[in-house]
Each structure stands twice: as C-alpha cells, then as structure tokens.
C-alpha cells in the first residue's frame, strides 16, 4: 500500500512530501495524520534544522477528500490536536464540528507552532485545503505554474476552515479571492506578499533546498524563538481569534446546506467544482 507521506532527512532539512498523486494529493485523513507524524517526526529529530513540505507530482495539493475512492472522513481516528470526542458515531453539526476541529483546524494550528521553521515548495494547484497546508509554513517557495484559489463560496461557505486570508493577503485582496473564486497566480501571489519567492519548475526543488539550507546556518533556538515571536506578533493582530469567529460562521454554512441543500457541501462535488472553476 502507497504510504501517503513520505519522509526523509538529509542532512539538516527534513522533507516531507504528500504521496498521493493521482488524486492531486487531496488530503484524506490518512494523510492529514501521516503528515502529523512527520512534523512529530522532524520536530523531535535534533539533527533537523529546517523542515520542508511539497507535494509529489505535477501538484502540491488539491485540497480536501471530498470524492477520491480513499476518502475516509466518515472512519475514526486516535485523536491528537483536541479534546472533541469522536465524530464518527456521531450526526449532523455535532460529527462536522468535532472532525473539524481535529483534522483541519486544530491540526494547521498544531503545524503552525511546529518550533522549526517550515518552508512549502508549491507547484500546479495550491486550492482550498492545499492552502491552509501553505499558509501553516514559515515560508511559501513557488514554481511559476502554481495557482491559488479558494473556490468553497460556490458551496455558500465562507472560505476554508484555517481562515487566514486577511492575514497571508491585504483584506480587500483576501474578499476578491473569496467573492469570485478565481485562480490567483504564483506572480499575483508573490506580489502581494503571500509568497516569497517564485522560480521556473525546473528549479523549484533545488531553489527550496538552497532556502532551507541557508535557514538551517542559523542557531537552533534562534529559529525557534524568531518563529514564535512572529507568530505571537500575528496572533495579537487577532488571528487566533478571528480564526474562531470564522470557524463557526463555516459551519453554520454546513448546517444550512444540509437543511436546504442535496448535503452540506450543497450538492457540489469534484466535477461540479471543477466546471465552475473553468
């Protein structure tokens, strides 16, 4: 059975890398705990410095699961970043909001504070759940192809569950991604300062390995205290909290559509997504 992440260390620099190419590396629980265990993995590892995160073929990340034949949101799992009890013998909002605050938001929130620094290495498609893998990194390195997009308003629901848009883009920025669902590109991106550096594809694994070997030059606990200080300084700027606000905003999105709707994504699934993207 393919592994759905992949782990090596070399040298200073941990790589993780999501394995599920097929499916654009849609994020399934499997693979939201693997990567868990990775970041565990690396963040225990004192020879580890810098870790970085990419996704294996032609795409960093598609996203959440919401139609692959390995989609497993309804099977339980040995919870690590809450207290919510176990969502699978349960219904409705109370089963939706205790998944989602494990495997989505609790989870980026536990990456977030990993105390190394992270760096993502994007290419093709960074949509919707990919982002929030992106946005919990220290730094984002992307090849030119890369698109960023958060289509989940054509579902009525207001952004993905790690809602850092007003903080990874200017505010006015953050409501034309959300209001039209357009793809933003690596250039748009780095324009706004959401990524820090875009390269041709060619050279994006060995232009992210020159960043993270760099980073790595520096003292251990300096990394650690810089990342939590920015991260502090951004939580001041009400991160956190607005997180929270948001979170229960998108599942009042989810309990609408399955009182209204075919189900709580309002009847929209891969293909439907896909058509009104193009």
């Not at 499916?23 to 963040?43: C, P």
């Not at 497993?72 to 998944?99: M, N, V």
């Not at 989870?107 to 949509?127: D, F, I, N, Y």
Request: glycine share 8%; hydrophobic share 45%.
């Amino acid at each position: 059975m393919q592994m759905p992440v992949q782990y090596e260390r070399r040298g200073p620099v941990a790589y993780v890398t999501m394995n599920r190419p097929r499916y654009r590396n849609a994020q399934n629980s499997a693979m939201t705990y693997a990567l868990d265990e990775a970041f565990y993995r690396a963040s225990d590892d004192s020879e580890v410095k810098v870790v970085v995160l990419a996704g294996a073929g032609e795409h960093f990340s598609a996203g959440h699961d919401i139609g692959t034949p390995e989609r497993d949101a309804h099977l339980p799992f040995d919870r690590r970043a809450g207290l919510w009890w176990d969502h699978s013998d349960k219904r409705g909002a109370e089963s939706r909001f205790a998944r989602e605050s494990e495997v989505y938001l609790g989870m980026c929130r536990r990456w977030r504070e990993l105390p190394k620094p992270v760096v993502a290495s994007v290419q093709g498609a960074c949509v919707a759940g990919g982002l929030m893998l992106a946005w919990v990194c220290d730094l984002i390195v992307a090849s030119e192809d890369a698109f960023f997009a958060d289509p989940v308003v054509r579902m009525g629901i207001p952004g993905v569950e790690y809602f850092a848009h007003p903080w990874v883009m200017p505010p006015r920025i953050a409501k034309e991604f959300l209001f039209t669902g357009d793809r933003m590109t690596a250039r748009r991106a780095y324009e706004i300062g959401m990524v820090n550096r875009v390269v041709e594809r060619e050279h994006l694994a060995s232009s992210t390995e020159e960043l993270a070997l760099r980073i790595a030059e520096m003292p251990r606990l300096g990394l650690a205290l810089t990342k939590r200080a920015v991260n502090q300084a951004e939580d001041l700027q009400g991160l956190h909290a607005g997180m929270d606000a948001v979170f229960g905003l998108h599942h009042l999105a989810h309990a609408h559509n399955a009182e209204t709707a075919a189900d709580p994504l309002g009847g929209m699934d891969v293909a439907a997504m896909k058509e009104a993207g193009v």
